[in-house]
């Protein structure tokens, strides 16, 4: 099952890290679910994509459960008299942001108030345990509030430079700002892995998902220059994306900064080591985006307006992950190896043993060679409907051609069919390990649920599932076709 935390149903605008979560896990499991895929769960930028994340590390407070910090007696009743009421079937995050980090705040300020002597210490661990990346973290999200949430070049120099003694100065100046965001991210980590905790002890593993790249206005590049292609004010001199393709005639010019892999490699590769560490300590397993990028990536100079004019770059990806398995040891990662796929992607991500994905709308263009075509997967394989990038199954089989929609008959063997029910029974029947349904597709929703629509910079990331959609009817079908396939036991 696809389905991120935020598209929960909840009171409070968004998906929470509280009860919703923890029915939405019995549910599945009802439904005969084994994996929960969710999207990055990181604290989300610019167009509040959680792929443009102003930390590679950190989690997303929004995600914070309120009811679980009224349980705590971190808010009263009192302090949602003036919360309003937001939409059940989107996020409206104009709204949820400022209403929400509020309530946060007073949380926080509750706490500072009548926190133990052990419940003080526990917060001093966390920051103690996590400095590697949390204090940069906290100081970067201090500061920019402090510059009315600008970009880091946007700063004054000092501070967007990281000059020593600017950096000292703010250390003193926003010091309980800093320590706010200690707080929500030792919040959300203790919430998210009760959760997954919760989940694997109802045989549920979780799957998380992994960016390569991070945005330009994110602690990691404010914090590590020396490992992007910037130039002295920290701006890009090449960004990442993708040629024309299936998605967009002008291919997708995504705007990160590209990494210097000779920087990289001097170090040791610590930080993907440290990333990867971190991104494991708290998911199961975790889907790579972009795994081709680890092969070669398409590198675009900063100064084009789209991403046609670019040209791929060698990555040094076998070293990599050798390091990484070296470090770390098995690797429970699923490569996302969709688009422009040369032999050189295959060979790696063959050679390292990781499974590919499959997605069962691009099959149908009328070639029997087409990879997506369920008779030409490999059992180590994942096969998804659709991913968070595409259209429903509905919204996608509507906009098909006659002779498109007339493939798709053909290969399913009949008409008078519910699409999104046989496409799924199409997944599911398939040699593929493992089958991803969003949960919008079990539901046969149609193009208003859309998670994301690529190159669109407003409008995404917004659907919710209203609660009644998550019933038993549903739940007993989904479980019925588990064992009629054999995936019960997985």
Not at 145 to 159: I, L, P
Not at 327 to 342: F, H, K, Q, S, Y
Request: proline content about 6%; charged content about 25%; glycine content about 8%.
């Amino acid at each position: 099952m696809l389905l991120h935390p935020t598209s929960l149903p909840g009171p409070f605008g968004i998906g929470e890290l509280g009860s919703g979560a923890y029915r939405f896990v019995d549910w599945l499991a009802r439904a005969g679910q084994s994996i929960w895929q969710v999207l990055p769960l990181a604290p989300t930028g610019f167009a509040d994509s959680p792929y443009a994340a102003f930390s590679a590390f950190a989690g997303n407070p929004l995600l914070i459960s309120l009811q679980r910090l009224h349980e705590e007696g971190l808010l009263a009743d009192t302090d949602f008299a003036d919360y309003p009421l937001l939409p059940e079937d989107r996020v409206d995050y104009g709204a949820v942001i400022p209403h929400k980090m509020a309530l946060l705040r007073r949380a926080y300020e509750r706490w500072k108030s009548q926190a133990t002597s052990a419940e003080s210490h526990q917060l001093d661990t966390f920051r103690r345990e996590q400095a590697h990346w949390l204090e940069d973290f906290a100081l970067f999200m201090a500061l920019k509030e402090a510059f009315e949430g600008r970009a880091w070049t946007e700063w004054e120099e000092e501070f967007a430079l990281r000059l020593p003694d600017a950096l000292q100065k703010a250390r003193h100046e926003l010091q309980d700002a800093i320590q706010f965001h200690v707080f929500l991210q030792h919040r959300f980590r203790h919430q998210w892995l009760d959760v997954k905790r919760y989940a694997n002890e109802r045989g549920i593993r979780i799957m998380g998902d992994m960016p390569i790249f991070v945005a330009h206005d994110s602690a990691d590049v404010w914090s590590h220059p020396q490992m992007f292609h910037l130039d002295s004010r920290g701006n890009p001199t090449f960004v990442a994306g993708v040629p024309p393709d299936y998605f967009s005639p002008t291919g997708q010019r995504w705007g990160n900064p590209v990494y210097r892999w000779d920087v990289l490699k001097t170090q040791g590769y610590r930080w993907w080591v440290e990333r990867f560490r971190a991104v494991l300590q708290m998911v199961d397993m975790v889907r790579v985006d972009h795994f081709r990028g680890f092969a070669a990536y398409w590198q675009v100079p900063a100064s084009e307006p789209t991403a046609v004019k670019g040209k791929w770059v060698k990555v040094p990806g076998k070293e990599l992950f050798g390091t990484l398995k070296m470090e770390l040891g098995e690797l429970p990662i699923v490569a996302e190896d969709l688009g422009i796929i040369t032999p050189d992607v295959v060979r790696l991500r063959k050679g390292l043993g990781f499974p590919g994905m499959r997605v069962l709308q691009f099959a149908f263009d009328g070639n029997p060679d087409n990879p997506y075509l369920p008779y030409n997967y490999e059992p180590d394989t994942v096969v998804y409907t659709g991913t968070h990038d595409n259209d429903t199954l509905i919204g996608w089989f509507a906009g098909l051609s006659h002779e498109e929609k007339r493939r798709v008959f053909d290969y399913i063997g009949r008409e008078d069919i519910s699409i999104h029910w046989e496409m799924i029974r199409l997944a599911y029947a398939s040699v593929a390990r493992i089958a991803i349904i969003p949960l919008q597709d079990w539901l046969g929703l149609g193009s208003e649920a859309r998670m994301n629509q690529p190159g669109r910079e407003e409008g995404n990331w917004q659907w919710r599932c209203p609660s009644e959609h998550l019933n038993e009817g549903l739940a007993g079908a989904m479980a019925k076709m588990c064992v009629i396939y054999g995936r019960k036991r997985y």
